[in-house]
């Protein structure tokens, strides 16, 4: 006997299929695609095989070569120095936010929040201004005569603080969230067994939200590796290019004033799109493997 076929649930998924098709499936086709050919976004593309790769992965003399060694290990140092950050202070703020004695508790989640609603453009004006020499409260409140943008390891420092300011909100409240559904019953028998609150941290807390924690840990390592808008907006990938992140190269290539190398660029952002998948791939499998 047939069974009627149930239109109603296409009617829910049919607009987001759709929309992932064209905005994302399709472009990184095509994308991959462009990778492997000569292109300047005007012509049509000529294929070229792997020649982009080779040029990018082997030709130690070529432009590409450089550009692409030194942006990804500028992505890389930002990875490292920003992923812990926005990993740990969310959950140590997420933790302290449960405690029994804090009060206005949604209050104080929201102002934390408040940045990452903030557009990185606007971001970066306000921080801007804050590291100011002149008109910045680094100046004119502490003395530093120091210009951050154009100096290492400050350049690096004030990316990392507004990442960090306006990345921790977001985490925060997953973190929230799961801890409010851990069972009390666990907490008041560890007390009565007389535990402190580091080991109900690391025996309840961290065990119940592994998940959640295994979620961030891979999305905002997969992030951390786009990043684009805060090295460009506060130092222009300043000062020698030491934070210039291969986004901003693949940008340069595909969208120059000069003449776009857009498949060279696409080549790049093929190899960084692997970069991510294996490491989220090696983050996943070894998390979820001591987790269990």
């Known amino acids: 006997m047939n069974k009627k076929l149930n239109a109603t649930p296409l009617f829910f998924v049919g607009p987001h299929v759709i929309l992932f098709a064209v905005f994302i499936f399709l472009p990184t086709i095509y994308g991959i695609y462009a990778s492997f050919t000569q292109w300047n976004l005007i012509n049509d593309p000529v294929w070229v095989g792997l020649d982009n790769y080779k040029t990018i992965l082997s030709n130690s003399e070529s432009t590409f070569h450089f550009q692409f060694r030194n942006g990804l290990k500028n992505t890389l140092i930002f990875v490292v120095l920003s992923v812990p950050l926005l990993i740990v202070i969310p959950l140590m703020v997420a933790v302290a936010l449960e405690h029994k004695k804090v009060k206005l508790k949604t209050f104080i989640q929201s102002i934390i929040y408040i940045p990452g609603l903030i557009s990185i453009s606007a971001a970066a004006l306000i921080w801007s201004l804050i590291f100011n020499k002149q008109l910045g409260i680094t100046g004119n409140v502490f003395g530093s005569d120091t210009v951050w943008a154009a100096n290492q390891p400050y350049a690096w420092l004030i ?18 969230a799961s801890i409010n559904g851990v069972s009390q019953d666990l907490y008041e028998s560890a007390e009565i067994d007389g535990a402190g609150p580091i080991r109900k941290f690391f025996s309840i807390t961290l065990p119940s939200i592994r998940f959640p924690l295994i979620y961030t840990f891979v999305m905002t390592t997969a992030g951390a590796f786009n990043v684009f808008g805060q090295p460009l907006m506060m130092t222009d990938g300043g000062p020698k290019q030491s934070t210039t992140v291969l ?12 003449e776009s190398i857009a498949g060279m660029a696409s080549a790049m952002a093929v190899l960084l799109g692997l970069v991510i998948l294996v490491i989220s791939a090696l983050q996943y499998y070894v998390m979820n493997r001591n987790a269990s």
């Open 159 to 176: 990316i990392i603080v507004i990442t960090v300011w306006g990345g921790v909100g977001g985490n925060m409240i997953i973190y929230r």
């Open 247 to 258: 986004m901003m190269y693949i940008r340069q290539l595909a969208f120059s004033h000069g």
